[in-house]
């Protein structure tokens, strides 16, 4: 039973810069700036201009925690930076294992980004309590916000709906526009693996919200931030001996998203939970974290790898298989909507700070040490020799030549069983490429698509005073967006 007042819903929102069914951001008004007072932030979605600067207040007036680092530019040369929140009077940054957190690698989840710089502000704020105290002297968190900033300027400039980067090449258009790619279909390892014919085909397609780009990490922003990841653990993997891992290494990385409230540890490209005993460390972190969020907010997030269907080229994905990193996971944030009301943000945030306490905790109990499976450290210790993905995945699958060649060896996974479905709704969330003959399960799923675009119009026709609040009609763009992609 949900805690009393955990539901604070308003449809009134001060800024209509935050509206799914507005498909012209040049026509808002202006947003309120931010004042500068660190209570005052959370109380709207900020621009990228305002997130900069909580950014570097946060570590200007708290050097003892917090640390401001570039660790790459995006596409059009912004900076991608990260705060490094430890407690820097209590060992040495670089030794300490690192709880990574990104949010906003999809532009238009606004609430990603917000909740991300909430946790932020929550482990400085609350690190004189003894158990923030301890996690500080224990961990390094880092915190990559936004990890598309491109992206995220451009839903508030100009396309309220966008999710991908804003990589322009010029192979790569979309009818003669800015393609942009999906980031989280552009890590490696499984980059571009499908048993799914029609989804390849949407894989493939620079106009769908689901292109994977020419290449794995073709997009600065996801090579910035596996760089940071890659270079901390092989640090930890060289520091290694008897066995034991050296300092340094990745406890966890977690990817925040909206909107499905679920949380998906790999692995996102069969939608098969990993063999024991890493299937098994990942589910009692799910339910560690949805114990604290059932306690914060009232409410319990759905849990497991086949909460959405697969999909190829996630950063968990890679950080558990190519890392080994295994407390790993998409959060994917609140049920609604992309534009959820402001006054929900520290809402979410507190929801989602109650649930880092708890992964911190986790790994305190539980360890962090990389797979025995899985990912470098596990190809250390078995000197196993690589395979490729096809092999792994079965014959049903049919990588892309950039997929195939991965360093790390994949052998359990072998055993998943890779006869993937059909992508069902998700189908209808990505706009088809044009030519090519459409198998008949496709057309059903446009029709389908169709009577759903008409759905809104015929509750507001039919029925103005029961409109529901929060219609899952996502864009008027010519992006069919009516259901979160992971
Ligand atoms: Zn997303």
Known sequence: MPAPGARRLSLVEPWSGNNCHQTNQQNRPPPTPWSGDATEFFKDYRNLHDINRFMAQLAQENPR???LREIGRSWEGRPLQVLEITDHHSGNVADKPCIFLEGGIHAREWIAPAAVLYIAGALVRESSSAEVQKYLQDFVFTLLIPVNPDGYVYSWEVNRMWRKTRSNRTDYLCHGHVAGVDANRNWGLTFGVTNDAYYDQQLHSPCTQVFIGPSAFSEPETQAASGYLQKRQQSSLHASKDGKMGPGHIAAFIDYHSYAQAMLPPWAVTGKTPTNPDGAYQTAMTSAVNAAFQQSSGRTFRTGADVFPPDPGTGPD?????LGIRATMTVELEGRSFCLPSNQIEFVGSEQWAGVKALAGFLTVQGSQP?????????????????????LLGSEVHPKPSAIGSSTSFSQLAALDAQGGQRGQEALSTTASPGGGLPSFVVVLLILGAIMLMAPIAIFWFGREKRKPYVRDASQIGETAHVELE
């Open 318 to 322: 890679w950080a558990f298989g190519h």
């Open 371 to 391: 797979s025995s499976s899985f990912g470098i450290f596990a190809d250390r210790a078995t000197n196993r020799g690589s395979a490729t993905i096809s092999e």
């Open 65 to 67: 925690f917090v640390v």
